[in-house]
């Protein structure tokens, strides 16, 4: 395989694994079950001052917003029973630029699958042995997130704190981030364990979709080099073409 084509297979990867992490990334951020079963992990519900229902329709009206369907990250429920508004401008504005990153996710998402059907075109057509490589591309890819997951493991494991910090110093270029968590309820319902477990689900969904994804082109493509020996003309006549 000449350089050139390495390079196309390693971008089809490359897509194929940010395609994985944002939809993953998606799957769990919208799931209105992951935020109540965190909130329930936490004993928060008798200690926010909001019983489960409130809670619930905190958690709905966060994944509306992320979604792109609410222009403006307030929200009106029952706590400390007093009907009132939960968050302050501070906790608002940190959400604008989260809601730009999960747009720039969206987007990465999109130009990568773009790119994968696109460079997928390209090799069916320039490489005669596309098949076995495409099928050995889904593969590695798999391994490789494997060691993703391994790493973001590690990571947690050292000190999530620091990591947690570093990634909000990089990706914003304000202090908005930084929430008091005896005021501000959007920390107080969204602490550092939720990240935790949050992170830890995305990985386990985008390396278990890829690994599994991996384990099935391997599969493939022992079938297919075994039906190339058992029909070695087809496999001649495939070469002379």
Same mark, same amino acid.
């Given at each position: 395989?000449?350089?050139?084509?390495?390079?196309?297979?390693?971008?089809?990867?490359?897509?194929?694994?940010?395609?994985?992490? %944002?939809?993953? !990334?998606?799957?769990?951020?919208?799931? @209105?079950?992951?935020?109540?079963?965190?909130?329930?992990?936490? *004993?928060?519900?008798?200690?926010?001052?909001? $019983?489960?229902?409130?809670?619930?329709?905190?958690?709905?009206?966060?994944?509306?917003?992320?979604? /792109?369907?609410?222009?403006?990250?307030?929200? #009106?429920?029952?706590? $400390? /029973?007093?009907?009132?508004?939960?968050? $302050?401008?501070?906790?608002?504005?940190?959400?604008? =630029? @989260?809601?730009?990153?999960?747009?720039?996710?969206?987007?990465?998402? *999109?130009?990568?699958?773009?790119?994968?059907?696109?460079?997928?075109?390209? %090799?069916?057509?320039?490489?005669?042995?596309?098949?076995?490589?495409?099928?050995? &591309?889904?593969?590695?890819?798999? !391994?490789? *997130? %494997?060691?993703?997951?391994?790493?973001? /493991?590690?990571?947690?494991?050292?000190?999530?704190?620091?990591?947690?910090?570093?990634?909000?110093?990089? !990706?914003? =270029?304000? =202090?908005?981030?930084?929430?008091?968590?005896?005021?501000? @309820? !959007?920390?107080?319902?969204? +602490?550092? &364990?939720?990240?935790? *477990?949050?992170? %830890?689900?995305?990985?386990?969904?985008?390396?278990?979709?890829?690994?599994?994804?991996? #384990?099935?082109?391997?599969?493939?493509?022992?079938?297919?080099?075994?039906?190339?020996?058992?029909? +070695?003309?087809?496999?001649?006549?495939?070469?002379?073409?």
């Amino acid at each position: 395989m000449t350089w050139k084509k390495r390079i196309i297979y390693l971008l089809m990867g490359i897509f194929i694994t940010l395609s994985a992490w %944002v939809f993953s !990334l998606e799957y769990v951020t919208y799931d @209105v079950d992951h935020y109540m079963t965190e909130f329930r992990k936490q *004993n928060w519900i008798p200690q926010a001052g909001m $019983d489960q229902e409130n809670l619930k329709h905190a958690a709905e009206e966060i994944i509306l917003y992320l979604q /792109g369907e609410k222009e403006d990250f307030q929200t #009106i429920a029952v706590k $400390d /029973g007093e009907r009132q508004a939960l968050y $302050d401008e501070r906790e608002r504005l940190h959400m604008v =630029d @989260v809601l730009d990153l999960y747009n720039q996710a969206r987007m990465i998402r *999109n130009v990568s699958l773009i790119g994968f059907f696109l460079l997928l075109i390209w %090799v069916i057509q320039r490489d005669k042995n596309w098949q076995s490589h495409v099928l050995r &591309t889904f593969f590695y890819t798999g !391994l490789a *997130n %494997v060691d993703l997951m391994i790493l973001l /493991g590690l990571l947690i494991w050292l000190d999530f704190t620091k990591y947690f910090t570093y990634f909000h110093l990089l !990706l914003f =270029d304000n =202090d908005l981030w930084i929430l008091d968590p005896q005021r501000h @309820v !959007l920390i107080q319902l969204l +602490p550092e &364990t939720f990240f935790i *477990n949050t992170a %830890v689900k995305i990985g386990l969904y985008a390396m278990g979709s890829l690994l599994i994804l991996g #384990i099935i082109a391997w599969q493939l493509e022992r079938m297919l080099r075994r039906y190339q020996i058992l029909c +070695p003309e087809k496999e001649e006549k495939g070469s002379l073409q």
